[in-house]
């Protein structure tokens, strides 16, 4: 059983910056495929950011540039950067068994492990 406790989340005026944190064991991140995902009020949950298990990542076009996902030992960070309004949802760090494509590593479908997720609020 694959546990995930997210962190960080909270209240920041369009252009700020904040940083989420999942924890989870390090034998996870170098056997599961790991995703950040969002959920807008009134909106379907989307993939944001995802670190395949080799260590590769893949960004979600509306995110590029902005939000970088990163690892360390036994913590996954999404660092975001430049925020704007529309980023404002509850984000939740997900594992998945196995990923190959941006496709998978960004679906929904592809994760079978949630963490509870945590608030992002982006407004002035």
């Known amino acids: 059983q694959v546990q995930l406790v997210e962190s960080g989340g909270g209240s920041v005026q369009p252009g700020g910056s904040l940083r989420l944190s999942c924890v989870a064991s390090?034998?996870?991140?170098?056997?599961?495929?790991m995703g950040w995902f969002r959920q807008a009020q009134g909106k379907e949950r989307e993939g944001v950011a995802a670190?395949?298990?080799?260590?590769r990542t893949s960004y979600a076009d509306s995110v590029k540039g902005r939000f970088t996902i990163s690892q360390d030992t036994d913590t996954m960070y999404l660092q975001m950067n430049s925020l704007k309004p529309e980023d404002t949802a509850m984000y939740y760090c997900?594992?998945?068994?196995?990923?190959?494509?941006?496709?998978?590593?960004?679906?929904?479908?592809?994760?079978?492990?949630w963490g509870q997720g945590t608030q992002v609020t982006v407004s002035s």
């Open positions: 997900a594992a998945a068994h196995w990923c190959l494509t941006t496709r998978q590593a960004l679906g929904v479908k592809s994760y079978t492990y």
């Open positions: 390090a034998y996870t991140y170098s056997n599961y495929c």
């Open positions: 670190r395949y298990s080799d260590g």
